[in-house]
């Protein structure tokens, strides 16, 4: 006879306790069926994720569409991997199921996964993330979210901070803050992150 999993809010209803612990196919079950976005912490802890604001929304689509356009405009047969968006779940080594707000997998880390396998939510860690502080997130919280990134196999991270303008890029050996246009390196070489444009999201 199964027992059913107890859940346990916290007293601000972000978090959330299940014991025993979610499997991966119960939490993606849980999120794909009940249409909720959960994050997973590496100590099985769930964080429920708020709808976002206007603002924030506006500047995601913007950060996505950069960075979708610079990988539309690599010419073929160098147009390779794939980019996401804040939707998209990643379990990772360490147990975590983590979603950043825009994400670049390479040809080389979706190798030998199904069609199946990407319908739901991948076991593989993006080469690159870009998060983006909303107001409803605490900076040490996405530091330290920064840190994770790396650890499960991250070789680039940027932290977008749009209330300070400006973008904290964490890659292994160090971390650099830059407060204008700038371009990646690494897997996304290249890639042109237009700062204006996202800063301009947040005027009203």
């Known amino acids: 006879m199964s027992t059913l999993p107890v859940f346990t809010l916290s007293p601000v209803p972000r978090t959330l306790s299940v014991d025993p612990p979610l499997t991966d196919q119960e939490l993606e079950y849980l999120c794909f069926h009940n249409h909720v976005a959960f994050e997973r912490r590496k100590d ?12 924030t929304g506006d500047a995601n689509a913007e950060i996505t569409r950069q960075l979708r356009n610079w990988l539309a405009d690599i010419p073929y047969p160098n147009y390779k991997g794939r980019v996401t968006d804040s939707s998209t779940g990643f379990f990772l080594p360490d147990g975590s199921m983590l979603s950043p707000d825009a994400a670049y997998i390479t040809e080389e880390r979706l190798s030998g996964l199904s069609v199946e396998d990407l319908s739901g939510i991948p076991h593989l860690c993006p080469a690159y993330v870009i998060e983006l502080r909303s107001l409803s997130d605490k900076l040490p919280d996405l530091e330290s979210k920064m840190g994770q990134w790396l650890t ?12 300070q303008q400006q973008v904290t890029v964490y890659r292994v050996g160090g971390q650099s803050v830059y407060l204008d246009v700038f371009t990646g390196t690494g897997p996304v070489a290249g890639f042109v992150l237009n700062l204006a444009n996202v800063w301009r999201c947040f005027k009203v």
């Open 44 to 55: 099985g802890l769930l964080i429920m994720n708020p709808p976002t604001g206007l603002l």
């Open 152 to 163: 499960n196999g991250a070789q680039l991270a940027w932290l977008i901070d749009p209330y």
